[in-house]
């Protein structure tokens, strides 16, 4: 089997987007590292799989649908708190990602564009993995500074949130 050519919508019922922010400072021990997840998002991906450098795809993430999913014991009144710090940070736009380059060949690709956070837009590089079964996997690593973003400190930055963010994304396509 192989991707279907074509061009695919995509959401959660296709797969995750998973957000890893890290905890650091004097009082480390007593936060936590988080997995987030994207619970509503779109996609549409234009897919070559004879040329996979003609592809690409477009995705739409809103900010406001970031759930924590690790650590699952988590206290109610923690999540609370921490939701309520993503939304300040983040407010509840739309976080996007437009494609500019695809390399590679299956099952390794390189897929290049521009990711907007809260009105700031970098490059960065996802790299993905692609399984003749449609499986497409894939991870990216930034900073918030990239983006303008300030991570969450407590007072005096004895418990802040790392500058890095990894981003994960695995999704389902159709195969042919």
């Given at each position: 089997?192989?991707?279907?050519?074509?061009?695919?919508?995509?959401?959660?019922?296709?797969?995750?987007?998973l957000?890893n922010?890290?905890?650091?400072?004097?009082?480390a021990?007593?936060?936590?590292?988080?997995?987030?997840?994207?619970?509503?998002?779109?996609?549409?991906?234009d897919?070559?799989?004879?040329?996979?450098?003609?592809?690409?795809?477009?995705?739409?993430?809103d900010?406001?649908?970031?759930?924590?999913?690790?650590?699952?014991?988590?206290?109610?009144?923690?999540?609370?708190d921490?939701?309520?710090?993503?939304?300040?940070?983040?407010?509840?736009?739309?976080?996007?990602?437009?494609?500019?380059?695809?390399?590679?060949?299956?099952?390794?690709?390189?897929l290049?564009?521009?990711?907007?956070?809260?009105?700031?837009?970098?490059?960065?590089?996802?790299?993905?993995?692609?399984?003749?079964?449609?499986?497409?996997?894939?991870?990216?690593?930034?900073?918030?500074?990239q983006?303008?973003?300030?991570?969450?400190?407590?007072?005096?930055?004895?418990?802040?949130?790392?500058?890095?963010?990894?981003?994960?994304?695995?999704?389902?396509?159709?195969?042919a």
């Amino acid at each position: 089997m192989t991707i279907a050519k074509g061009t695919h919508n995509l959401g959660p019922d296709d797969g995750k987007v998973l957000v890893n922010v890290y905890k650091e400072g004097a009082l480390a021990k007593m936060g936590h590292d988080l997995t987030l997840e994207a619970t509503d998002w779109s996609a549409k991906a234009d897919i070559n799989p004879d040329d996979p450098s003609s592809s690409s795809i477009s995705v739409t993430v809103d900010a406001g649908s970031l759930e924590i999913i690790s650590p699952a014991d988590m206290p109610a009144k923690d999540k609370a708190d921490i939701a309520k710090n993503i939304t300040k940070t983040l407010g509840r736009g739309a976080i996007t990602f437009e494609s500019t380059g695809v390399s590679g060949s299956v099952p390794s690709i390189s897929l290049k564009g521009n990711l907007t956070i809260s009105g700031n837009s970098n490059q960065v590089t996802l790299n993905l993995t692609v399984d003749d079964n449609g499986s497409v996997t894939g991870k990216t690593s930034f900073t918030h500074k990239q983006f303008g973003i300030k991570p969450f400190s407590a007072p005096l930055g004895v418990l802040k949130v790392k500058d890095g963010v990894d981003i994960t994304v695995e999704v389902q396509l159709p195969t042919a």
